[in-house]
């Protein structure tokens, strides 16, 4: 009898309740899964991120193309006028744009965050039982996958055009090395900005207006002992000048033990600051 026909009738409706074994039919039996371990949610969130640019290879443009027209342009420009040759330059140039192109394009870490954000992608994860920052961690370290990537084909190009590094296989290994770990503690400085401003365009500006003093005023370009005292001040205290500096001297065969000193403590600061931050603001978003 239908609900309509039992009130007009005046009759109270069937109400069908289902036994025990019908609701264990339908609900699959047996344990839980057990839940996924730091680890390996971070790496499914990583995965995730390379299934992005997989799905939209537009995104390589900032990795493959950006690099190459840096390495080409500044090479050709100022060569001549820095140095006796554009080969000659590009020695002492190559690591220093390696490490503006890569630490650049940390910033398009804010800006996917705060994109997912907007979608309410990221409000999805937080419901997920799994370890909260794996969802921040795993991007992250898909990015790092960008970096070394951009830093390929920026020394792809510097071999083609007449970079010859003298620490060989291993000193380039080692500079690529400390630049992605510093790129990965920057990242953290990002996430943060893309988790407390409203919009995508607004991570870009504020990042650009941190990044182009940092890599410009900095030891990439030229030599620090060439400019005015006051901006000397600043360039020796820049992280980017003491992460071109690693760079030069691993590419170079030697080591700068203070510069080297001066990225470990710049990284721990980033990953210990920032990171609290983003994960403070992310739990409370």
Avoid: C
Avoid at 29 to 37: K, N
Wanted: charged fraction near 10%.
């Amino acid at each position: 009898m239908s609900s309509d026909t039992a009130t007009s009738t005046g009759r109270a409706p069937t109400v069908y309740v289902p036994s025990s074994e019908a609701l264990a039919t339908v609900l699959a039996p047996g344990a839980r899964p057990p839940r996924p371990s730091p680890l390996s949610a971070s790496l499914t969130f990583s995965w995730r991120a390379l299934l992005k640019i997989k799905h939209v290879p537009e995104q390589l443009f900032d990795v493959t193309a950006f690099p190459i027209i840096m390495v080409l342009m500044f090479t050709y420009l100022f060569g001549g006028a820095l140095a006796d040759s554009p080969r000659d330059y590009l020695q002492f140039f190559l690591p220093g744009i390696m490490v503006t192109s890569v630490v650049m394009i940390t910033m398009y870490t804010g800006v996917g965050l705060n994109t997912d954000i907007e979608k309410g992608v990221f409000d999805r994860f937080r419901t997920l039982p799994v370890w909260r920052p794996a969802a921040l961690v795993g991007m992250i370290v898909g990015d790092v996958l960008r970096y070394i990537l951009a830093a390929l084909v920026i020394l792809t190009v510097g071999l083609v055009l007449g970079f010859r590094p003298e620490g060989g296989v291993l000193g380039v290994l080692a500079g690529i090395g400390l630049l992605v770990v510093f790129s990965f503690a920057f990242s953290w400085v990002w996430t943060f900005f893309g988790l407390i401003l409203r919009s995508e365009k607004s991570v870009m500006g504020v990042s650009m207006m941190v990044l182009f003093p940092l890599t410009f005023l900095s030891n990439v370009f030229v030599d620090p002992s060439t400019m005015p005292g006051w901006l000397q001040a600043f360039v020796k205290a820049n992280p980017i000048t003491h992460l071109v500096s690693s760079v030069r001297a691993a590419m170079a065969g030697t080591t700068d033990a203070s510069a080297m000193m001066w990225i470990v403590l710049w990284s721990a600061a980033f990953i210990v600051i920032f990171g609290t931050l983003t994960m403070y603001r992310y739990n409370r978003r």
